[in-house]
């Protein structure tokens, strides 16, 4: 069974600093799809950032980047110039393409705290 | 404005009785999930449903019941079988197909005495 880890429970970083969460992932797959998804205070998630496992470029999204590693099965996102509104609790996601199954598993999270 | 909607936003229910989450979807997906949250635990998958009169168990279904009779409404009961049912629960949506990302509700956070 696949599996998400995020050992970061909790980060901060400085505003206008860049952070990287970290995200690794257990898989026999070889099709998937990763996602960063973002729960403010509000607690509404919000998709940040996907990665489709069949492309080596890293996905980007404005201050938004993830750095794909697929044979290390690692997947970080890096937040740069950092604002206040990025904090929020984060979580990685995992699903399958090959499964026929639209399921997605989820990390435990990691909460980004970001110091004015 | 297309969405998910999650009725009501805190819940309070007495020990022993069933209860009933509402999850509606004007997105047209195909896919339905529900999810609990608890702190440090992330989100668990309880029940998903891919298309309408189906649907499978997650990884913590016992002491939850769905139905999927319209593509718009996945409800959630939570019954008196689970036995920790104070949570946050997500109700969740996808097309189903291709690239697919799901959509999430505002939740609904259940209290029970």
């Known amino acids: 069974a696949q599996t998400v880890t995020q050992s970061q429970p909790e980060m901060s970083v400085q505003e206008a600093e860049t952070v990287t969460l970290s995200c690794t992932y257990d898989t026999s797959e070889s099709d998937y799809y990763l996602f960063w998804y973002k729960q403010p205070p509000s607690r509404q998630m919000i998709l940040v950032i996907r990665q489709e496992a069949y492309k080596q470029q890293n996905a980007t999204e404005n201050r938004f980047s993830v750095n794909f590693q697929k044979a290390a099965k690692s997947f970080s996102l890096k937040i740069s110039d950092s604002q206040l509104g990025d904090a929020a609790m984060y979580f990685c996601?995992?699903?399958?393409?090959?499964?026929?199954?639209?399921?997605?598993?989820f990390g435990t999270g990691t909460r980004l705290k970001v110091l004015a | 404005d297309g969405g998910i909607t999650q009725s009501p936003k805190y819940l309070f229910r007495k020990e022993g009785q069933n209860v009933t989450l509402s999850c509606e979807q004007n997105l047209n997906h195909d896919a339905m999930y529900w999810y609990r949250q608890d702190p440090g635990q992330g989100l668990r998958l309880i029940y998903y449903?891919?298309?309408?009169?189906?649907?499978q168990k997650g990884d913590i279904a016992e002491g939850y019941s769905v139905s999927r009779e319209k593509k718009e409404s996945f409800p959630l009961t939570v019954t008196s079988a689970q036995k920790n049912p104070t949570a946050f629960y997500l109700c969740?949506?996808?097309?189903?197909?291709?690239?697919?990302?799901?959509?999430f509700g505002p939740g609904t956070r259940l209290t029970v005495t």
């Open positions: 449903s891919q298309i309408v009169n189906d649907f």
């Open positions: 969740a949506s996808s097309i189903g197909q291709g690239v697919d990302e799901q959509y």
């Open positions: 996601a995992y699903r399958s393409d090959t499964s026929g199954t639209y399921k997605y598993i």
